[in-house]
Structures are given as C-alpha cells and as structure tokens.
C-alpha cells in the first residue's frame, strides 16, 4: 500500500489554491498527499478555514511538524527576493520540501528538477534542462532543451526560454516573454510582461519591451 504524505503548505495567498489545484490533479491520478495545515505570517489569516485546511500560525510553526513534508507556496512578483530568507531561516532540510508537478506537464526524461518546485499545468520541459530548489514554471510555459534555471527563479505563464538560456537566482520572467538562445539572465533580475530578451542581463535588472531594454536597476540583498 502506498504511503499518503501529509502536508504543510507554507503560505495562505492565492497561490494556495493554484498549487492545491496541482496537488488534486495528482491525487485524482494516485492518492499522494493530503494537506493537513496551512501556515502564514500574516496574523489576518490565522484561524481561517480555506478548503477545508486551517492556517494554524506562523511560519516559525513548522519545526511543531517534525513528521510532514512542506510545499513552499509563498511567491509572487512583490515577493520573490525574500523569498530565500523565508527558506534559510526556517532552517528545514530541502528533502522535506516536496516538488509538485501537474500531470499535464511533458517533461524529458533527462531534465532534472530539485526539491520544492512548483510547475503548473501544459508546462514543457526539454532535455537535460536543469531546475534548481524552489523555482515555480507557470502554466503553458516552454523550457528549450540545456536550459538552466538557478533556484527561486518564477518563471511565469506562456513563456518560452530557448535552448540553452540561463535564468538567474530570484530571478521573475513576465507572462508572454521569450528568452532566447544562450542569453544568461542575472540574479534578482525582473522581465516584464511581453519582453524579448536577446542579449545577456546583468544582475539586479528591470528589462521590459521588444527589443527589450534596461528601465532600471534593482536593489538586491547580500545574498543575491
């Protein structure tokens, strides 16, 4: 008999309901998982009832968990540079963190994907693409084959990386952009909505249009 995993889920944002919607996906195919609390730090959301699930507390709750495994579903285009903190000082063990992928993804065999990802609904993944802990791939995007995509990167809806492009750490892919062949996007950087990006960006950059162009630099934490 196979062994249902029990869930944290770690945010109560709308990215909650995407992400469970993934996970029911999964289980409609074979029972896997089955959330048992959410947590936030958002002191409004606790004590509510969202599907069923309770947000019980904070983030700092986890470690009151010892036999569970979590989904990171704390991301957005506001907070996607902290969202390394949040994981570095919750100090949990990657190996917990499971990875969720709709069953409608095509992913090649060759391509390895980490712990805590989250790709959503008609992604395609190419081969020997490589995706590092906590990236998110939103629905319908296109991953060309030898791509690399550092951790924490969103690459959001109906995008298209080419073969061999570099997604940098933290970094956010707009909805519709495309990035092209063995261009390397820096750490931190944000692509806007629609923009083509053809030549290689610096860490820490605001890169919207077509032809893409730098609006303006961003300020980065330490770590990035």
Same mark, same amino acid.
Request: aromatic letters at 8%; proline letters at 4%; charged letters at 20%.
């Given at each position: 008999?196979?062994?249902? !995993?029990? *869930?944290?889920? $770690?945010?109560? #944002? /709308?990215?909650? @309901? +995407?992400?469970?919607?993934?996970?029911? =996906?999964?289980?409609?195919?074979?029972?896997?998982?089955?959330?048992?609390?959410?947590?936030?730090?958002?002191?409004?959301?606790?004590?509510?009832?969202?599907?069923?699930?309770?947000?019980?507390?904070?983030?700092?709750?986890?470690?009151?968990?010892?036999?569970?495994?979590?989904?990171?579903?704390?991301?957005?285009?506001?907070?996607?540079?902290?969202?390394? !903190?949040? *994981?570095?000082? $919750?100090?949990? #063990? /990657?190996?917990? @963190? +499971?990875?969720?992928?709709?069953?409608? =993804?095509?992913?090649?065999?060759?391509?390895?994907?980490?712990?805590?990802?989250?790709?959503?609904?008609?992604?395609?993944?190419?081969?020997?693409?490589?995706?590092?802990?906590?990236?998110?791939?939103?629905?319908?995007?296109?991953?060309?084959?030898?791509?690399?995509?550092?951790?924490?990167?969103?690459?959001?809806?109906?995008?298209?990386?080419?073969?061999?492009?570099? *997604?940098?750490?933290?970094?956010?892919?707009?909805?519709?952009?495309?990035?092209?062949?063995?261009?390397?996007?820096?750490?931190?950087?944000?692509?806007?909505?629609?923009?083509?990006?053809?030549?290689?960006?610096?860490?820490?950059?605001?890169?919207?249009?077509?032809?893409?162009?730098?609006?303006?630099?961003?300020?980065?934490?330490?770590?990035?």
């Amino acid at each position: 008999m196979d062994i249902i !995993k029990k *869930i944290v889920f $770690l945010g109560a #944002s /709308i990215a909650f @309901f +995407e992400v469970s919607a993934i996970m029911k =996906a999964i289980n409609a195919r074979q029972y896997k998982y089955e959330i048992i609390a959410i947590l936030d730090d958002d002191i409004k959301t606790h004590g509510k009832i969202i599907q069923g699930i309770p947000v019980v507390g904070p983030l700092e709750l986890a470690e009151k968990y010892p036999d569970v495994f979590f989904v990171f579903g704390i991301g957005s285009m506001k907070t996607r540079l902290i969202r390394q !903190k949040i *994981i570095n000082r $919750l100090n949990i #063990s /990657i190996s917990r @963190f +499971e990875t969720m992928i709709h069953p409608s =993804a095509v992913i090649d065999d060759s391509a390895k994907i980490a712990n805590g990802c989250i790709i959503h609904p008609g992604v395609v993944i190419g081969n020997d693409v490589v995706v590092e802990p906590f990236s998110i791939i939103a629905v319908n995007s296109a991953i060309g084959p030898y791509v690399h995509i550092e951790s924490f990167a969103m690459i959001t809806s109906l995008v298209a990386v080419l073969s061999s492009a570099r *997604i940098g750490k933290s970094t956010f892919i707009g909805s519709c952009s495309c990035v092209t062949e063995h261009v390397s996007i820096g750490a931190g950087s944000m692509i806007g909505a629609g923009t083509v990006v053809s030549r290689n960006i610096d860490t820490g950059s605001f890169f919207l249009g077509n032809p893409g162009r730098l609006i303006q630099k961003i300020e980065l934490y330490e770590d990035l």
